[in-house]
C-alpha cells in the first residue's frame, strides 16, 4: 500500500510536470507569435495565392483594413515599380516547392511605396505540393530610403566633380591603398582602368614638378603642414595640364598617420587666364613706360599708384610709399596754388584736367599732365579717385620749340614779303620806263621788219615780266596778311562772261574752241569780291586754254551743291594730271614741269587763285585723270541779288541747266 502510493504519487508528480511544461512551450510560442506580429508583417495564402491571414503589422503598414485584404491576392499591394518577370520569378519559384527571399516595392492603400525584404515559404503537403504560404516581411523602407538618398548624394557629388574638374582622394598610410574618384584618373591622363597607386600618380606629374610635390606630401604627413600645391601633369598626348591639389592626413591619439585625403581640380583655365593677365599687365606696364604714363587710385584713404609714377617722380619704390602728402610735395612750388584749386574743382565738377611742373629729388623739374575722375556715392559724397599722371615734359619742350619755329618762320615770312613787296616795286617802276619807250619805238615809222621784230620781243618779255611782278606783289600781299577781300553780291553770267570776254582772243591765238556764257548762270548770284573771283575764274580759263590740245576745246559749267553752296566748273580737254600730283598745283612756282614745253606762265596764278577764293569762303580744287583732260572748279556760297528774296532764283538740275 505503501509503496503503491508512493508510485502512484510519482506518476502525478510526473504528469504535473509534463503539463507544466506543455502550458511554458504554449506561452513561448505564444510570446513568440506576439514577438513576431510586432516586428514583422506576416501573411499566409492559399495555393491559389489568395490572402487567407494578415497580421495587424501588415496592416498598419499597407494601411489596408483587414477585410480589404482577405480574399484578394498580394496584386493588391503591387507598386509596378518591378517589371513583369520579376513576379513571374516569384511565383514560380514558390509553386515550385522553393523558398524565395528578396527585397519588394509594394504600395499603400494613399498610392505611397514601401520596400520590404522578405520570405515566401510554400507549406508542402504528402505528395510534395504546396497547400498554402506563408509569407514573412520586414519594412526596409528607411533603409531603401537613406541608400536612395545616399545615391543621389553621390550621384550629385559625381556631377559636380566633373562640372568642377574636381576629383578626391583618400590614401590609406597602413596598408598603402590609394582610392580616387572617377574624375581623377582623366584629370592625370591614367587609364580609368589601371590601378590606382601612389607610383602612378607620382609618375603623371611633370618631371620639373615632381621633386616639390613630393617635398609638400613629406611635409603634411611628418610635420602636418598643411597639403596645397600647384603642378603640372604631362598628359599621354604631350599636353600640359595645371592642377591644384589640397589635403590633409588623419592621425590616431598617438599622433601616427591613419589616412591622407585630398581633393584634386584641374586648374588650367584659371592659370592661363593669369598668365594672359601677367601679359597683359606687363604690356601695361611696357605700354606705360613708353608713353611715360603712370595711374594712381585712391579708395578708402589707400593711395595707389603704378611703377612707372615712381620713375616719373624720381623717387625710390623701395624707400618710399605713395601718399597724398607725398605727392604734393613733388608738385612745383610756383605750381602748387593751382594744383590745390584744380583738385577743389574737380570734387565739385567730378573731373580734373591739368598740366603741371614737378620738383624731382635730383633738383630737376618735369612737365607732367594729370587726369582724374571722382566717384560719387548715392549722397554725392566722393568715395574714389582714379587718374594718370604722364610725364609730358617732351611734348612742352617741343611745342615751345615748334612756337619758336613757327615764330620764327612768321617773321621770315613777314620779312620776305616786305622784301617781295619792295623789290616788286623797284622792278616795276623801271619796267614801265622801259615798256613805255619800247611803246614809242613802235611807233616810230620807216623801221625795218628786224627792228619791229626785236621791239615786240621787249615789248612780250616786259608785259610778262610785269604780270610776275604783280602776281608776286599779289602773293606776297596775301602772305603778309595784307590781302582784304570785300564781299558783295555778285551776278554770276556778268561775271563769267567778262572773263570768257578777256579771254577769247587768246582762245583764238591757241586755236581753243572756247565755250558761250551757260544760261543756266544768269540767276544766279555768288556773295564774293567781284575783282578777285573774276581774277580767279580768268586764271582757270587761261590756264585751261594754254594747257589744252591742239584744236582743243574750254567749257563752262555751273551746278548747285549742298549747304546753299554753287560751283562753276572749268572743263578742258588737255592732256589731263595724275592724282598723285594734283596737290602740287596749288604751290607756288609749281609748273609739274610745263616750263620744259615752252608754256609761259608763273607756276603762281593758281597759289593766288586758291588763297583768293579761300578768302571769300569758297573752296577750289580739280578733277583729272590722265589722257581725259582736267575740270577745275571754284565753289561759293550762294546769295539773293541785292533787294531781292533768294526764293526768287531759278534753280538747276546740277547739271548746268534749269529743269
Request: aromatic share 6%; with cysteine.
Amino acid at each position: 500500500m505503501h509503496e503503491g502510493s508512493g508510485a502512484r504519487r510519482v506518476a502525478c508528480g510526473a504528469g504535473v510536470e509534463k503539463k507544466r511544461g506543455g502550458e511554458r512551450a504554449r506561452s513561448d510560442l505564444a510570446q513568440l507569435h506576439d514577438l513576431l506580429d510586432r516586428h514583422a508583417i506576416v501573411s499566409e495564402a492559399d495555393v491559389d495565392g489568395c490572402i487567407t491571414y494578415v497580421n495587424d503589422r501588415f496592416c498598419e503598414v499597407s494601411g489596408y483594413r483587414r477585410a480589404e485584404l482577405i480574399g484578394h491576392s498580394h496584386r493588391i499591394i503591387r507598386s509596378g515599380v518591378h517589371p513583369p518577370e520579376f513576379y513571374r520569378e516569384i511565383w514560380d519559384t514558390i509553386t515550385a516547392g522553393r523558398i524565395w527571399q528578396g527585397v519588394l516595392c509594394n504600395r499603400r492603400k494613399d498610392g505611397s511605396h514601401y520596400w520590404v525584404r522578405g520570405t515566401i515559404m510554400p507549406v508542402l503537403g504528402d505528395d510534395g505540393l504546396p497547400l498554402r504560404y506563408l509569407s514573412v516581411r520586414t519594412d526596409i523602407t528607411e533603409i531603401i530610403e537613406f541608400e536612395q538618398a545616399l545615391q543621389r548624394s553621390e550621384e550629385r557629388l559625381r556631377r559636380a566633380q566633373i562640372y568642377a574638374d574636381v576629383g578626391t582622394w583618400d590614401w590609406d598610410m597602413v596598408t598603402g591603398g590609394l582610392y580616387w574618384s572617377e574624375q581623377v584618373a582623366p584629370m592625370l591622363g591614367l587609364d580609368p582602368m589601371a590601378e590606382t597607386r601612389y607610383e602612378h600618380f607620382i609618375e603623371a606629374v611633370h618631371p620639373d614638378d615632381r621633386q616639390r610635390v613630393i617635398d609638400a606630401i613629406d611635409a603634411c604627413i611628418w610635420r602636418g603642414e598643411k597639403y596645397q600645391v600647384e603642378h603640372r601633369v604631362v598628359l599621354p598626348d604631350g599636353r600640359v595640364r595645371w592642377m591644384l591639389e589640397q589635403g590633409d592626413v588623419t592621425r590616431d591619439a598617438a599622433g601616427r598617420p591613419l589616412h591622407m585625403l585630398g581633393v584634386v581640380q584641374d586648374i588650367t583655365p584659371r592659370r592661363q587666364a593669369e598668365e594672359k593677365l601677367r601679359a597683359a599687365m606687363r604690356s601695361l606696364a611696357n605700354a606705360q613706360r613708353i608713353a611715360r604714363l603712370g595711374n594712381w587710385d585712391i579708395e578708402s584713404g589707400e593711395l595707389y599708384w603704378s611703377e612707372e609714377i615712381y620713375r616719373i617722380f624720381g623717387r625710390d619704390p623701395r624707400s618710399f610709399t605713395p601718399s597724398y602728402d607725398g605727392f604734393h610735395a613733388a608738385v612745383h612750388p610756383d605750381d602748387a596754388s593751382l594744383v590745390r584749386e584744380q583738385e577743389q574743382e574737380a570734387y565739385r565738377t567730378g573731373v580734373f584736367s591739368l598740366t603741371h611742373r614737378i620738383l624731382r629729388p635730383d633738383g630737376s623739374v618735369r612737365h607732367v599732365h594729370q587726369q582724374a575722375e571722382v566717384y560719387f556715392d548715392a549722397a554725392g559724397q566722393p568715395v574714389r579717385v582714379s587718374g594718370t599722371v604722364q610725364d609730358v615734359t617732351v611734348q612742352v619742350e617741343r611745342e615751345r620749340h615748334l612756337e619758336e619755329a613757327r615764330q620764327e618762320a612768321e617773321r621770315a615770312s613777314q620779312a620776305k614779303s616786305r622784301f617781295l613787296s619792295s623789290m616788286s616795286h623797284e622792278l616795276r617802276t623801271p619796267l614801265n620806263a622801259i615798256l613805255g619807250f619800247a611803246q614809242l619805238l613802235e611807233m616810230e615809222e620807216g623801221l625795218t621788219a628786224d627792228q619791229r621784230e626785236n621791239i615786240d620781243e621787249i615789248l612780250h618779255a616786259g608785259r610778262h615780266l610785269l604780270e610776275l611782278i604783280n602776281e608776286v606783289l599779289d602773293l606776297a600781299r596775301i602772305e603778309a596778311g595784307h590781302l582784304h577781300v570785300v564781299p558783295e553780291p555778285v551776278r554770276c553770267c556778268e561775271l563769267v562772261a567778262e572773263c570768257l570776254g578777256l579771254t577769247r582772243a587768246m582762245a583764238g591765238q591757241h586755236g581753243i574752241a572756247l565755250g558761250e556764257c551757260p544760261r543756266s548762270l544768269c540767276p544766279v548770284w555768288f556773295r564774293a569780291d567781284r575783282r578777285r573771283l573774276k581774277q580767279a575764274i580768268v586764271n582757270l580759263i587761261s590756264n585751261a586754254i594754254k594747257y589744252n590740245r591742239p584744236q582743243g576745246r574750254v567749257a563752262l559749267r555751273i551746278a548747285r551743291g549742298p549747304a546753299g553752296r554753287v560751283r562753276i566748273e572749268v572743263e578742258d580737254t588737255g592732256p589731263g594730271i595724275a592724282p598723285d600730283r594734283q596737290r602740287q598745283l596749288f604751290e607756288p612756282f609749281e609748273r609739274l614741269g610745263a616750263e620744259v614745253l615752252g608754256i609761259e606762265g608763273t607756276g603762281i596764278g593758281l597759289a593766288i587763285s586758291k588763297r583768293l577764293v579761300e578768302a571769300m569762303g569758297g573752296s577750289i580744287g580739280v578733277t583729272s585723270a590722265p589722257g581725259e583732260g582736267s575740270t577745275f572748279w571754284v565753289e561759293l556760297p550762294e546769295t539773293s541779288p541785292p533787294g531781292a528774296d533768294r526764293t526768287t532764283t531759278t534753280p538747276t538740275d546740277g547739271r548746268g541747266e534749269p529743269p
